[in-house]
């Protein structure tokens, strides 16, 4: 199990994890409601986690659990003389206290320990397990990562994270879609008409070639069709940057608007974004959104977001 020190922030689905520096996301899958999500480093799957709505029965599904673990399955085709326990301590009931959570651990060729709850919070029920192979001494740090394992986020905001790029954003918006390429890494959340994207690039020197970003932005965004903007040159977050702000292009969007009047209904039609390159990390970001009255959202996103690490 990897010796690095430094922690990564994960975040799908109102799941938030701090994992070692070298593990990444590797599977995802499901929604809010019921969803897997797999972290993995260059040897092994390394965290699973799976959530659903509503409770489970926490000592029917350790048993479920533990009899897989003993029986068959990937982790026990070479664990001769395989130790199972239902009695790990794998969390501080203290640091979850409005959690019924049990525990479980196994022992082999490939170790692990997990953790089962049922949330009052958020109402979500959720597995949980870390694996690592005999000869790593990974306990303490699977401990690490379950510990500072939540499946909600805090004053109605939820965190967001993959490959080192995390935010927070309202947890009433839903992943709309997100894009994982070779040095971009795109997040689009939605909720309605209201839309929010978190897009990073790395190997800046070739995005903007020589320009300011504010320049940079204008080429790329000049022909856009959805939205009618302007643009400024602005500091963010203490780094060179650009604020644009303007209204979403929309067909009949007046008579849209009016009838939002109508309804007595906030007309989702303001679009504001901020984008800025940051020299720590030699990383360029964006946080652009399409909504109602104010802007406190987008900035929000953007004051959550850590471009580099403060010495």
């Not at 996301?25 to 965290?47: S, T």
């Not at 400024?232 to 608007?257: F, S």
């Not at 970001?285 to 959550?304: A, C, P, Q």
Request: charged content about 35%.
């Amino acid at each position: 199990m990897s010796e690095t020190t430094g922690r990564s922030l994960i975040g799908w689905q109102g799941i938030s994890v701090r994992v070692p520096a070298d593990w990444t996301l590797g599977a995802v899958g499901g929604d809010k409601k019921a969803g897997y999500l797999r972290v993995d480093d260059e040897k092994m799957p390394r965290l699973q986690v799976k959530w659903s709505r509503g409770r489970m029965n926490l000592e029917q599904k350790r048993k479920e659990y533990v009899k897989r673990l003993t029986r068959r399955g990937r982790f026990r085709r070479r664990a001769t003389g395989l130790e199972v326990t239902t009695d790990e301590r794998v969390v501080s009931k203290r640091s979850k206290r409005k959690k019924e959570l049990v525990g479980y651990g196994w022992r082999g060729p490939q170790c692990g320990i997990g953790v089962l709850w049922n949330c009052e919070v958020c109402g979500r029920a959720l597995i949980a397990q870390v694996a690592w192979l005999l000869e790593e001494e990974g306990h303490e740090t699977a401990r690490e990562v379950l510990d500072s394992l939540d499946d909600h986020g805090t004053g109605g905001w939820e965190t967001w994270g993959v490959d080192g790029l995390a935010f927070l954003a309202p947890e009433k918006y839903e992943l709309s879609g997100w894009r994982r390429m070779t040095r971009y890494l795109e997040v689009s959340l939605a909720r309605g008409a209201a839309q929010l994207k978190v897009a990073r690039w790395g190997l800046v020197p070739m995005v903007l070639e020589g320009r300011p970003v504010k320049e940079w932005y204008e080429e790329e965004h000049r022909r856009r069709r959805d939205v009618r903007w302007d643009g400024e040159r602005a500091e963010v977050k203490g780094h060179e940057g650009v604020r644009a702000w303007g209204e979403r292009r929309r067909l009949g969007g007046g008579v849209r608007r009016m009838a939002a009047r109508l309804v007595r209904r906030e007309a989702i039609d303001r679009f504001e974004g901020y984008a800025w390159h940051c020299p720590e990390s030699n990383r360029l970001y964006l946080v652009e959104s399409v909504h109602g009255k104010g802007g406190e959202i987008t900035r929000g996103v953007v004051d959550s977001v850590v471009c580099h690490e403060e010495e």
